[in-house]
């Protein structure tokens, strides 16, 4: 089980890419804190990535699910420096042994420390592309995109990420 945090989301949407997410071979979530911020909240502000969102969870790319009540989450709830949808992606991912997909390096540490799994949304990219799902040069342009519309990547990581792509294209 994937289970998404809000950035992922967001950036997989402004590109309008969400669609890839129906390749990957497990299902793939959204906390109902999830939902609410990035689709009721987005839709509220005027946000288009907040509807294309919606229209991938009507088309069943994404389930949306409850988070259970357990020692984690309460845990984690008392951790300031995690939002209330980071502490669901995390407390949901433990709690169904799947994986949490965020990209924030604070929210990423702490699963760490927490045994919980993470990927990041450039993960994803490479995977599809490993995988032949996406050519190499279609996971570059998604990348690139992504950055064009505001997703942080360390320039290190970018050199990283074009290196994987490059060796995929060998």
């Known amino acids: 089980m994937w289970v998404f945090d809000a950035t992922p989301l967001i950036y997989l949407a402004k590109v309008d890419r969400l669609a890839l997410v129906q390749h990957l071979e497990a299902s ?26 919606e ?31 980071d502490v669901a992606v995390l407390a949901c991912a433990d709690a169904h042994d799947g994986v949490a997909v965020m990209d924030e390096t ?5 699963a760490a420390a927490e045994g919980i799994t993470t990927r990041g949304t450039a993960y994803l990219v490479l995977k599809l592309a490993s995988e032949g799902t996406i ?11 992504m950055i064009d519309e ?21």
């Open 28 to 53: 793939c979530v959204l906390p109902e804190r999830v939902y609410e911020e990035v689709v009721e909240t987005g839709l509220e502000q005027g946000y288009p990535d907040a509807r294309r969102i």
């Open 55 to 85: 229209r991938s969870v009507d088309a069943d790319r994404f389930d949306i699910v409850s988070v259970e009540t357990t020692p984690l989450l309460s845990r984690l709830q008392d951790n300031s420096n995690l939002s209330d949808a």
């Open 106 to 110: 604070y929210g990423r540490d702490v």
């Open 135 to 145: 050519s190499v040069d279609d996971a570059r342009t998604v990348i690139d995109a």
């Open 150 to 170: 505001g997703w942080y990547c360390a320039p290190d990581v970018y050199a990283k990420i074009i290196q994987k792509l490059e060796s995929l294209a060998d």
